[in-house]
């Protein structure tokens, strides 16, 4: 099965993220079929109004780069970089985390946008981004 045409047969993404999750789990897919999915799944979790959906979207698409071993560095997040000030609570820790495992430093200064945030966890998801993604700068 190919997941990037899986997501974009898909009409309605709320019925998308269960059969994703099924297919992470039991299919045998290839690292670059995963990757163009994921990519996939982050442009439609931005543009995503339902808020319900786009959190379950980029939890999604968290869980998949941790049970598959994404290198995230290989995506292109722009987009989700671009997204940050419109997502709220776990969507924007979600997406504070994805950019942190990127490795790539232009996504360093919208990190540190978040620092000094008014919630607490958003505030130590943008830090422990940031040290994952500094520390990833380094070991590159």
């Not at 269960?18 to 039991?26: C, G, R, S, T, V």
């Not at 997502?87 to 994805?98: D, G, P, Q, R, V």
Request: glycine share 4%.
């Amino acid at each position: 099965m190919d997941l990037y045409k899986k997501i974009l047969e898909a009409g309605r993404n709320e019925l998308l993220i269960d059969e994703l999750n099924d297919l992470i789990e039991y299919d045998d897919l290839s690292i670059s079929n995963i990757e163009s999915g994921l990519s996939l799944l982050i442009k439609n979790a931005t543009a995503e109004q339902i808020y319900s959906i786009q959190e379950s979207m980029l939890n999604l698409s968290t869980s998949i780069m941790y049970k598959c071993s994404i290198d995230v560095d290989k995506l292109d997040l722009d987009i989700l970089e671009n997204s940050l000030p419109k997502l709220k609570h776990s969507s924007l820790e979600n997406a504070l985390f994805i950019l942190g495992r990127s490795k790539k430093s232009k996504y360093l200064q919208s990190l540190k946008k978040f620092v000094y945030s008014e919630d607490e966890f958003t505030s130590s998801t943008a830090l422990e981004a940031i040290k994952e993604l500094e520390a990833g700068i380094d070991g590159a």
